[in-house]
């Protein structure tokens, strides 16, 4: 019973995306990723508008001060289980941004991070492939 | 007895179809788009997916209400799905099984318009008055050319004796008469609306305004309306194939009701038809405005029916 969970979990991924001050390279990225030259839906990925419907965050960008109650709100709205993976170098280590007063990031100061996926922007190779590492790993 | 048993052993056949119709559909899709698609079976990850995932219910929704109207949706709708399929199954009917299932088929959306109202979210709001719109713009010629079926043929509302007439005539009732041709016509012209695929995706706009009624049901409800919505549009499909397009009817003469052969007949004819009116639109085709798809519905299914009906009364 709980195997088939696990595999219903694994294989039905649904993403929601946010942009926590990135400049909109990583998530040209992703909406690459989901392109039909890559289809991150064969691996049962969908895009979802609705932090509720999600089970993957993907988050961009070093957090900044205007966005850091927000993707706290965002990620406690997404119910359990979750799974968090931050998208390019700003998001896993702040790298150019870090120490501003402007920035409060990277990622994983603020809320669990499962996966990191760095590049400046990542392929969307790097992409399917962190999202599908982080699934496998927290629910299995 | 009989007809308790043959709902209770057609519900989960109900549920199995449908969702495989689903996982053929999104597979289609992506194949059209020269994409390699999810698996077929994807329904079914995903609702287990769904039902295992915890609730988050807004401080803003009217709790009872919000909770409840999925169910309902889902129930009504699995319903409706198979009262068609123990018709053809166990040849079980009754009075007036034309208008239950329709009926049924309206109220799964209507229950899922007042949990989503209930959730007290703006998009939500949003997706109601637009769902309540696209509702007035194909019920109506939905309902009409379904009326001018059950009068046009041999007058009966029960499934069955339309089944049977087409079975004796040796013809699928679209193929019979030019005003069968026409309700056929404006019924499968409903269907895209009916299912809200992409052309009349209008009330659930997922770029738009997120699925609009769905936007705050997260887990097991969203579960129960993905079943509602999967479940209602292989109803919709199968009640075409069945009333328009009773395809056996052509093979034998008097067709033999409740074979295996004519019910995989039917499957496939609905599958054709979920293909055509579904998958096809919800590819090539992008979403338009209300006020265009009530343009449309009121200008040309409803011309069709209202014909219909004029030609069925002049004996066509």
Request: proline share 7%.
């Amino acid at each position: 019973m709980f195997r088939i969970v696990s595999r219903g979990r694994i294989k039905s991924p649904w993403i929601f995306h946010l942009n926590t001050g990135s400049c909109n390279g990583c998530d040209i990225e992703i909406v690459a990723a989901f392109t039909p030259r890559y289809d991150l839906e064969r691996f049962g990925c969908l895009l979802v508008g609705s932090p509720r419907h999600a089970d993957v965050l993907l988050v961009t960008g070093p957090v900044t001060r205007q966005m850091l109650p927000r993707l706290i709100r965002v990620y406690e709205q997404i119910p359990e289980p979750k799974v968090v993976v931050a998208v390019g170098t700003c998001a896993s280590s702040g790298s150019p941004f870090l120490g501003s007063e402007m920035v409060e990031g990277p990622v994983d100061r603020i809320i669990p991070v499962d996966t990191y996926i760095v590049g400046c922007p990542p392929r969307p190779e790097a992409i399917a492939s962190g999202i599908i590492t982080a699934v496998m790993s927290k629910f299995r | 007895m009989n007809a308790a048993i043959a709902l209770i052993i057609s519900f989960p056949a109900v549920l199995l179809i449908s969702l495989l119709f689903e996982g053929i559909d999104r597979k289609l899709h992506a194949r059209m788009q020269k994409r390699i698609g999810p698996p077929v079976i994807q329904p079914f990850y995903d609702l287990i997916k769904l039902f295992n995932k915890g609730r988050v219910i807004p401080l803003t929704a009217s709790v009872r209400v919000f909770e409840i109207m999925p169910m309902i949706a889902a129930a009504v709708s699995l319903l409706g799905a198979s009262i068609l399929l123990s018709g053809i199954l166990f040849g079980l009917s009754m009075i007036g099984d034309l208008i239950v299932v329709m009926y049924l088929l309206a109220m799964s959306s209507i229950a899922l318009m007042v949990g989503g109202s209930a959730s007290g979210n703006p998009y939500s709001a949003i997706g109601f008055s637009r769902k309540m719109s696209m509702m007035i713009a194909y019920e109506v010629p939905m309902f009409i050319a379904v009326i001018s079926v059950a009068f046009g043929s041999t007058p009966s509302l029960a499934i069955d004796r339309i089944i049977k007439f087409q079975a004796n005539l040796g013809l699928p009732l679209a193929a019979s008469r030019p005003s069968m041709s026409l309700a056929a016509a404006a019924f499968l012209l409903c269907m895209p609306a009916a299912s809200s695929a992409i052309p009349f995706d209008i009330p659930e706009a997922k770029t738009e305004i997120i699925y609009g009624l769905l936007v705050e049901y997260c887990g097991p409800y969203l579960a129960l309306a993905k079943i509602a919505k999967a479940a209602s549009n292989f109803a919709l499909t199968l009640l075409a194939s069945i009333v328009f397009l009773y395809i056996p009817s052509l093979l034998w003469e008097n067709a033999p009701l409740n074979s295996g052969i004519s019910l995989s007949l039917c499957l496939t004819t609905a599958l054709l038809i979920m293909f055509t009116t579904m998958t096809v639109p919800r590819t090539i085709l992008a979403r338009l405005k209300i006020g265009q798809a009530l343009k449309f519905y009121w200008m040309v299914p409803l011309t069709l029916s209202l014909s219909s009906i004029i030609l069925s009364a002049a004996g066509l």
